[in-house]
C-alpha cells in the first residue's frame, strides 16, 4: 500500500492544524485493497451464515431493537414484520424475551452472496494494481472518500474565503504507516464576517463513523454544498456562513470506508489488532467514546474482539476516537457540571450531531441509562424539531439495552452541548432512489435548522418557524428604490414538531418583528413589529403581514431577518430574505391639479410620494383669489418635503400643515423664486399632512399662473 507523505507535518499527534493553503497535496488516488487481500475478505464475508430474520412482536419493540442492536441490524422489514440481524448465541437470548422468534435469512444470505462474487469478479477484472478512484458500483449517487475530499476542495477552491480544512489527526492505517487518512475537518464560516467576542456559534456534524452506512457523509457533503454555494444567494445560507460555524468531519472512519465501498458490510474500524486478518477486525468507534465507556456490565458494547460492537481495550483507545475528542473539545468550553444530573445553563451553545443510517430515528442522550437527561425536555425538543422535517421517530437513545461510550458522550456527557443521532432511511446500501427522493430532502432542512439554532439550542427550538417569507415587488431582482415601502408576507408556526412519540407543548404566536441587515440578537439591532394578516396574533399558526421601511437603505443587497415570538416568551429560529434597493431614485407620480381643492376639507390627495403636480393658480377659472389645498401621507421618521416653483412673474406662497390644521412650516419667497418647505413626522405611525398653495398678499404683477409642486419624503 501507498505511504501518504503529510504535506504539512504537526508538531503534536493531537494538534489542530489548518491546512487548507495545501489542499492540493492530498492523495489524489483510491486507497483500495490490493485483490487478492479483498477476494479474501468477501469471501469471508459470504461464509457468515448466522444471518436471521428476527421477527419481533410489534413495530415499538422493532425501534427499540433498533437501538440497542444497531450493529446486529443488516436490513428491515417492515411489511413482513422482521428485521434481518446478524447474531451469535447470546445476542438471540437477549432478543427472545421481547419476544422476537428467528428464521435463517437463506434468502438474504444469498443475495449478499451473489452481490459479493459480482464484487469479486469487478475486483479482479481490475487487477491488483491501484487503479483511479472508483465510485461505488451499483451507487453511483454515493462519492467514494476521495470524491468526498475532492467536491469539498472544489467547493473551497471556488470561494476560498468560505471555509479551511483543518487536520483532526490520522485515522488507524495512517498512524500505523500503512496508507490510511488524515482526518479532515471542513471547516465553513464567512472569514470576511470576524468572529464576536466567544467566537461564533458552532455546528459541528460527523458522519461515516460507521463504515457501511452509504448515506451518511453524501448527506453532509449535500449540506456543505447548499451552505458554500447558498452564500450569496440564498438569504439563510449567507447569514449562517456570516455569523455562525459548521465544522463536518465528512469521514470519521475512511478506513473502514474504503472497505465498505467494496461492497463488505463493514462497521468497526480496520484496527487490526483486534480480531486479525478477519473482516470482523476493527474497534466499533461508537463504543469507543471515553465518557461512559463500558458503563453498563457488558450490555451495551462487547468485549469480544470479533464483535460487531467491540468497545476496544480501552476508554478512547482507537485514534480516530482520539482525533474527534480532542476536536470537539477545541470546539466547546465545558458548561456541565460533572454529577450525571448536573443540567448545562440553558443559554449552552453548540450542538454536535453524529450521522448513522439506518432506522429513521432522531435521538438524544443518555444512551446508557433509560433516566433522562438533565438537559432532557430541551433536548426532546429540538429532537421533536428535526424530526418535524425527516418525518422519524424521535426518541431518547435507549432501546430494549443501554449503549454506552458513544459519541454523545463528548459532546453532551463532557462538555454540555446538545448532541443527537440521526439514524437515516431503511437501509445501509440505500438505494439512489430513496436516497434522492426521501432522505436528502428530508434531512437537509434538519440540518439547516440545527445551523440556524446553534447559538441557543436549548432555547430557540421551542419558539415558532417563520416560512414562505417573502417581499413583494422587485426586491429580489434589480430592486426597490430607497423609501419605498415593501410589503412583507410570512407565515409563523408553533407547531411544527414531530408528536409521534409524545407531544410537544406549543403556544399561539404572540409577535413577530423584522430587522435590516443586523440581527436580532446583535447590540444595535433595530426590531419594527409585523402584524397578523388577520387582524390579530391568536393561534399557532398565523400568516404575517407588514411593510419593510426602506427609507435611508443604501442601493445594493440588504437582509431582512424575520422572527417570531408565541405566548410562552419564546422567540423562534431566524428566517432571512434578501431585499435589493436600486441605485436609481424613484420615478415622481406625475399629476395635474384638479379643481375645486380651495380648502383643507376639500383637498386634492396626493396618493403616493414623490409626487409632481403640474397646477395653475386662479386665472384658468377667472377666479380672484385662488388658493390650492393638497392631503398627503408622510411614513413614520420621514420629513415632508414640499418644493413650489412659479412662473418668472409670478409669487405663490407655500404652507404645511398637521391633520389637525396646526401649521408646521410656511415659505415666502418673492417673485419668480422657489420656495422649499419642510415637516418631520416624529410619530411612529403614518401621519396626514396638509400642503396649502396661495398667492402673496399685497404684491404687484400678476396673481395668477402655472406652477409646479414637488412632494417628497
Ligand atoms: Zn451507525
Known sequence: MKTITPCRARPLALTLAVVAACAAHWPAAAQHLHGPELHNLLEQEKQTQNVYRAYYPSAEIARKAAISFHGQLLESDFKRGFLVMELDAADMDRLRPFGFRFELATDYIELRNRRLTLMQILQAKRGTAEAQPL???????????????????????????LGSWVDAGDSWLKTQGTGGYDLRVLKLSNSA??????????????????????????????????????????????????????????????????????????????????????????????????????????????????SLTYRGPSAGSEPEIQAIQNYVRSLWPDRRGPAVTDAAPADTSGIHMDIHSYSQLVLWPWGNTATPAPNGPALQTLGRKFAFFNGYTPTQSIGLYP?????????????????????????????????????????????????????????????????????????????????????????????????????????????????????????????RALSAADG?????????????????????????????????????????VFLNISDTPPLPLVLAEVEPNDNFSQPQV???????????????????????????????????????????????????????????????????????????????????????????????????????LDLAQ
Not at 548 to 562: E, F, I, K, N
Open 403 to 527: 449503549t454506552d461510550g458513544t459519541s454523545d458522550g463528548i459532546s453532551y456527557g463532557e462538555l454540555g452541548v446538545a448532541a443527537y443521532t440521526i439514524e437515516l432511511g431503511t437501509s445501509f446500501f440505500q438505494s439512489c432512489a430513496s436516497y434522492e427522493s426521501t432522505i436528502k430532502p428530508g434531512n437537509l432542512p434538519a440540518l439547516i435548522y440545527a445551523a440556524k439554532v446553534v447559538r441557543t439550542p436549548y432555547i430557540t427550538p421551542a419558539g415558532p418557524d417563520v416560512t414562505a417569507l417573502a417581499l413583494a415587488g422587485d426586491a429580489s431582482g434589480v430592486g426597490v428604490a430607497a423609501g419605498t415601502p415593501v410589503a412583507l408576507s410570512g407565515s409563523a408556526s408553533d407547531a411544527r414538531f414531530n408528536n409521534s412519540n409524545g407531544v410537544e407543548g406549543t403556544q399561539a404566536i404572540a409577535a413577530a418583528e423584522y430587522t435590516i441587515n443586523t440581527p436580532p440578537w446583535e447590540a444595535g439591532a433595530v426590531p
Open 193 to 306: 464576517v470576524p468572529a464576536p467576542a466567544g467566537g461564533k456559534p458552532k455546528l459541528f456534524i460527523n458522519s461515516a463513523i460507521h463504515a457501511r452506512e452509504y448515506t451518511t457523509a453524501p448527506l453532509v457533503l449535500e449540506f456543505a454544498r447548499w451552505l458554500v454555494n447558498g452564500h450569496g444567494n440564498n438569504a439563510d445560507a449567507t447569514w449562517i456562513m456570516d455569523h455562525h460555524e459548521v465544522h463536518l468531519m465528512l469521514h470519521a472512519n475512511p478506513d473502514g470506508r474504503k472497505r465498505a465501498e467494496t461492497g463488505l458490510s463493514w462497521r468497526k474500524n480496520v484496527n487490526n489488532a483486534h480480531c486479525a486478518n478477519t473482516n470482523t477486525r476493527g474497534v466499533d468507534l461508537n463504543r469507543n467514546f471515553t465518557f461512559g465507556w463500558n458503563s453498563t456490565g457488558g450490555e451495551g458494547s462487547s468485549g469480544s474482539a470479533c
Open 606 to 708: 396626493v396618493p403616493s410620494l414623490p409626487a409632481q403636480v403640474n397646477a395653475n393658480m386662479g386665472s384658468a377659472r377667472g377666479e380672484v383669489r385662488d388658493r390650492d389645498f393638497f392631503a398627503v401621507t408622510v411614513a413614520p421618521g420621514r420629513t415632508l418635503s414640499a418644493t413650489l416653483t412659479p412662473g418668472p412673474e409670478s409669487d405663490f406662497n407655500l404652507e404645511i400643515y398637521d391633520a389637525a390644521l396646526a401649521l408646521l412650516a410656511r415659505s415666502t419667497q418673492g417673485v419668480g423664486r422657489v420656495d422649499l418647505a419642510t415637516a418631520s413626522n416624529t410619530s411612529g405611525a403614518p401621519v396626514l399632512m396638509y400642503v396649502r398653495v396661495y398667492f402673496a398678499r399685497g404684491v404687484t404683477g400678476p396673481v395668477n399662473g402655472d406652477y409646479r
Open 135 to 161: 465510485s461505488i458500483p451499483g451507487y453511483a449517487c454515493y462519492e467514494t472518500v476521495e470524491e468526498t475530499f475532492a467536491a469539498a476542495d472544489a467547493l473551497l477552491a471556488a470561494r476560498p474565503t
Open 536 to 576: 390579530s396574533f391568536n393561534s399557532e399558526t398565523e400568516t404575517l403581514a407588514g411593510s419593510v421601511d426602506t427609507a435611508g437603505l443604501a442601493p445594493g443587497r440588504h437582509t431582512v431577518y424575520v422572527r417570531a415570538r408565541d405566548a410562552s416568551g419564546a422567540w423562534g429560529a431566524v428566517t432571512a
